[in-house]
């Protein structure tokens, strides 16, 4: 079991920024892709943006030039830094990551999630 622990949500002006964090555990299991996600009310979690564990990212088009996605090894800690945030982006964001186990078996873990509220 991996545990992934979000925080850094909560209430920004349009055109603010937010950070989030998400530190997990890799005592035993080694991330294989670490990823953020969103979900409002209704609607199905969408992919924001993730980090390999050999480094490339990849970028929800609407948040492209907007958030960046990166990954302290040291700290076992995912960040997700937002600026140039807008209504629209208001959700809830959620950690996830594929974790490797020493024998080559991968299971998908998630966070509790974080609320993002973009508002006057």
């Known amino acids: 079991q991996v545990q992934l622990m979000e925080s850094g949500g909560g209430k920004v002006q349009p055109g603010g920024s937010l950070s989030l964090s998400c530190v997990y555990d890799?005592?035993?299991?080694?991330?294989?892709?670490l990823a953020w996600y969103r979900q409002t009310p209704g609607n199905q979690r969408e992919f924001v943006a993730d980090i390999m564990s050999d480094g490339p990212r990849n970028y929800a088009n609407f948040v492209k030039g907007r958030f960046t996605v990166s990954r302290d090894r040291a700290k076992s800690t995912l960040y997700l830094q937002m600026n140039g945030l807008k209504p629209e982006d208001t959700a809830t964001y959620y950690c996830n990551g594929v974790f490797v186990d020493s024998k080559g078996k991968s299971a998908t873990y998630w966070g509790q999630g974080t609320q993002v509220t973009v508002s006057y």
């Open positions: 890799e005592t035993i299991f080694t991330p294989y892709r």
